[in-house]
T-cell receptor, first 114, second 117 residues
Framework: DAGITQSPRHKVTETGTPVTLRCHQTENHRYMYWYRQDPGHGLRLIHYSYGVKDTDKGEVSDGYSVSRSKTEDFLLTLESATSSQTSVYFC?????????????FGPGTRLTVL | AQKVTQAQTEISVVEKEDVTLDCVYETRDTTYYLFWYKQPPSGELVFLIRRNSFDEQNEISGRYSWNFQKSTSSFNFTITASQVVDSAVYFCALSEASNNAGNMLTFGGGTRLMVKP
């Protein structure tokens, strides 16, 4: 199994508060991704990173920001959490940027915004 | 734009039955990749298989088999002699070679498979 951890694994917060989720990998992979999973939608890409300090937006990036200061860590921040951001968040990694690259996923973080 | 449809939201079978999970995709690319992931009740996502658009050979891995048909834009997944441990949500996903968003995976909505003893 790919060495990917996410923290926290569960979080309950209130509307309007900032929240930061962390993804940590031990595989030294260059590419990292944040997805959210919602019923009926599968997983949707929020942001991704193609190297240290190199990030770009995905399909559902509004309300989210990311940072990557080290190869092993990719942070997802909700500046002011809203109830629509209640979801399960998954981090993924891959070792190449080609479409054929397999993405391996972390265990997920369940976030509830009250 | 790319799209993946898993029309079966839930399937329930009895152990030892065969079951097929359907996946239909849409893409304008000639080069693309298809994936299946399994999400057991514990919640993690487990990679099962990757196929590229130039390889239409069916694949078998133990009780699992995959049928890729470009003519119908389908990549179906069959579990033979299902077991209770196969109970999970299964996701089909698509990655396009021309997609600029860092090989973004487009997921279907998932099929929940329940295997009853």
């Amino acid at each position: 199994d790919a060495g990917i951890t996410q923290s926290p694994r569960h979080k309950v917060t209130e509307t309007g508060t900032p929240v930061t989720l962390r993804c940590h990998q031990t595989e030294n992979h260059r590419y990292m991704y944040w997805y959210r999973q919602d019923p009926g939608h599968g997983l949707r890409l929020i942001h991704y990173s193609y190297g240290v300090k190199d990030t770009d937006k995905g399909e559902v990036s509004d309300g989210y920001s990311v940072s990557r200061s080290k190869t092993e860590d990719f942070l997802l921040t909700l500046e002011s959490a809203t109830s629509s951001q209640t979801s399960v968040y998954f981090c993924a990694i891959s070792d190449r940027d080609r479409a054929r690259a397999t993405q391996y996923f972390g265990p997920g973080t369940r976030l509830t915004v009250l | 734009a790319q799209k993946v449809t898993q029309a079966q939201t839930e399937i329930s079978v009895v152990e030892k039955e065969d079951v097929t999970l359907d996946c239909v995709y849409e893409t304008r690319d000639t080069t693309y990749y298809l994936f299946w992931y399994k999400q057991p009740p514990s919640g993690e996502l487990v990679f099962l298989i990757r196929r590229n658009s130039f390889d239409e050979q069916n694949e078998i891995s133990g009780r699992y088999s995959w049928n890729f048909q470009k003519s119908t834009s389908s990549f179906n997944f069959t579990i033979t002699a299902s077991q209770v441990v196969d109970s999970a949500v299964y996701f089909c996903a698509l990655s396009e070679a021309s997609n600029n968003a860092g090989n973004m995976l487009t997921f279907g909505g998932g099929t929940r498979l329940m295997v009853k003893p």
